[in-house]
């Protein structure tokens, strides 16, 4: 199993809500991320966890909040959003991180934010 | 600066021809490059992923890497259809992070 898998595919949620996105991996890898994706941009990280430590924080508001409850998955708590927020956001693995740091995307979550 | 900079696109070619994307990068300690491929709606998938000076080739896809110039490009033979898409560069920080470019959009048209 190659798939980094994200649900749910499309969220819409008003600026007072409280959502999660979830994340999932089979692959044995260590290392996963969270990527904000605006239009035609490239993906711009936000947090990085390695051995279920969280590893880098991309100095990300607080209204995002990640957790990793075990080395298979990963969750983005969202609460409070603004509509600038709005973007596709990229899950990925890699099998250690650092110099060895090929990524596996998942799909994403394409977020609205009214 | 920005430690990699991608040429713009959008790139239009017809179906059978040679492709040719292109970026450089702000710091020699640099060592590790890739690229990848974004359909619309989908995640980034790795395509090539290198480390050293020269070329490295898998199908009709070769990726190029000059340290000396500190230029690397991604060469595509024989285009199909298939291959329309945006392609992402990508350099591994010294922080141990991967820093894209801004991708470039190709179509191939039959």
């Known amino acids: 199993d190659t798939e980094v898998t994200q649900t749910p595919k499309h969220l819409v949620m008003g600026m007072t809500n409280k959502k999660s996105l979830k994340c999932e991996q089979h692959?044995?890898?260590?290392?996963m991320y969270w990527y904000k994706q605006k239009a035609k941009k490239p993906p711009e990280l936000m947090f990085v966890y390695s051995y279920e430590k969280l590893s880098i924080n991309e100095s990300v508001p607080s209204r995002f909040s990640p957790e990793c409850p075990n080395s298979s998955l990963l969750n983005l708590h969202l609460h409070a959003l603004q509509p600038e927020d709005s973007a596709l956001y990229l899950c990925?693995?890699?099998?250690?991180?650092?110099?060895?740091?090929?990524?596996?995307f998942g799909s994403g979550t394409q977020l609205s934010v009214l | 600066q920005k430690e990699v900079e991608q040429d713009p696109g959008p790139l239009s070619v017809p179906e059978g021809a040679i492709v040719s994307l292109n970026c450089t990068y702000s710091n020699s300690a640099f060592q590790y490059f890739m690229w990848y491929r974004q359909y619309s709606r989908k995640g980034p998938e790795l395509l090539m992923y290198t480390y050293s000076s020269g070329n490295k080739e898998d199908g009709r896809f070769t990726a190029q890497v000059d340290k000396s110039s500190k230029y690397i490009s991604l060469f595509i033979r024989d285009s199909q259809p298939s291959d329309s898409a945006t392609y992402l560069c990508a350099i591994l920080t010294n922080a141990g992070k991967s820093t894209f470019g801004d991708g470039t959009t190709l179509t191939v048209k039959p």
């Open positions: 990925a693995s890699s099998q250690e991180g650092g110099t060895n740091e090929k990524l596996f």
């Open positions: 692959m044995g890898h260590r290392a």
